[in-house]
């Protein structure tokens, strides 16, 4: 999965997507060139049952 799809998926902002890669919160793989970063869908699965929903105000 690409970055922008991922985001969509959680709800997050690219760059949130981009700083949990980063941080090795959400793996990812590096392609080779220009380093673009994909997600296998397992892993942002298992993200999205660790988040808690965001309870609007």
Known sequence: ???AEVSILLGVS??????????DVLPCRRLPRRGDRRFR???V?????TM???VPA
């Open 45 to 49: 699965a298992d993200l999205a049952r």
């Open 41 to 43: 869908p397992q892993d």
């Open 14 to 23: 690219d760059r949130t997507v981009q700083r949990w890669a980063d941080a």
């Open 1 to 3: 999965m690409r970055v």
């Open 52 to 54: 808690t929903p965001a």
